[in-house]
């Protein structure tokens, strides 16, 4: 089993070098994003399971304060080319790139070939637990078997495409997103603007987003929510208190809100320890 911080080793993690003693295992995915950051040039690397102490039945703190975690990162780091622990960060390493096929044809002698996915498959922009990583990111690199792309709140650009053009702005900002699931990633991340604060409205188009994600399981709905509920407490603008993820200063409206584009957030059976106003 994979190294996790707990109660019964948290001294012990706690010591210099104690990632490279005898037992711990951390596997490619954690190895690879410490080397990653390394020529990067960046010094420190959060990793939830050795940073969030797990404690079977609770809570930690720290989870109601991935807002700031996330938001206070230079980069966020995505694996999406794994299922496991184990399975390497694409070319990070030699040899752990396993390149997109694409296919080629002549057309009236010019020779065309289909392009690499920008935002591959298996891109799971549809878990509740991935809406935090984009709405609140500076910027993030996804990790795919085939290519490394690079998102930030202008452009989004990718190893094996080419937007800029010679002496002439980027094509980047308006070609790349023009994705559907490219375009879902840059809405998330542009409601946060430059200074950190978020537009009006910003927290009922977050609810719509979030709300068409899924959860494995029910009751975190909130936990996966808590960096939504950090800002609406913090924002200097439109901070405020709330309750079951609503806003208190805008509750009754909060009770009325209906998403615009035609899916049900509602859940079949209420969920557990919820109000029925929920």
């Known amino acids: 089993p994979r190294t996790q911080l707990k109660t019964s080793n948290e001294q012990e993690l706690r010591k210099p070098g104690s990632l490279s003693a005898p037992g711990i295992i951390l596997g490619d ?6 080397e990653f950051c390394r020529q990067i040039d960046l010094r420190f690397l959060w990793v939830d399971q050795l940073c969030i102490p797990q404690r079977p039945g609770l809570v930690d703190p720290e989870i109601q304060h991935m807002a700031s975690i996330y938001s206070g990162a230079t980069c966020t780091l995505v694996a999406l080319s794994g299922t496991t ?6 070319r990070v390493r030699p040899g752990t790139r396993h ?3 694409q296919h080629q044809a002549i057309v009236d002698g010019l020779r065309l070939m289909t392009e690499l996915s920008l935002v591959p498959p298996q891109l799971d922009i549809n878990r509740s637990w991935t809406f935090q ?3 609140f990111s500076k910027r993030i690199f996804f990790f795919t078997k085939s ?3 690079f998102l930030c709140r202008e452009t989004i650009y990718c190893e094996e495409s080419v937007w800029e053009v010679p002496d002439g702005d980027s094509m980047a900002a308006w070609a790349n997103t023009k994705t559907i ?6 809405d998330l991340m542009i409601l946060r603007n430059s200074n950190g604060s978020y537009p009006e409205g910003g927290y009922y ?10 959860l494995c399981y029910p009751q975190d709905i909130l936990h996966a929510w808590a960096a939504v509920i950090q800002w609406m407490e913090e924002d200097k603008k439109w901070g405020s208190t709330c309750s079951f993820g609503l806003p208190l200063d805008q509750f009754g409206f909060g009770l009325g ?3 615009l584009h035609c899916h049900n957030p509602d859940p079949v059976n209420q969920r557990a320890g919820f109000p029925s106003w929920s």
């Open 85 to 90: 622990f184990a399975d390497p960060l694409p």
């Open 99 to 101: 390149p997109e096929s």
């Open 181 to 186: 699931e490219a375009g879902r990633i840059k």
């Open 205 to 214: 188009r977050s609810a719509e987003e979030y709300t068409k994600r899924t």
């Open 29 to 34: 995915t954690i190895t690879d994003a410490m």
């Open 147 to 149: 290519q490394t792309f």
């Open 133 to 135: 990583e984009a709405a």
């Open 257 to 259: 809100w209906k998403p």
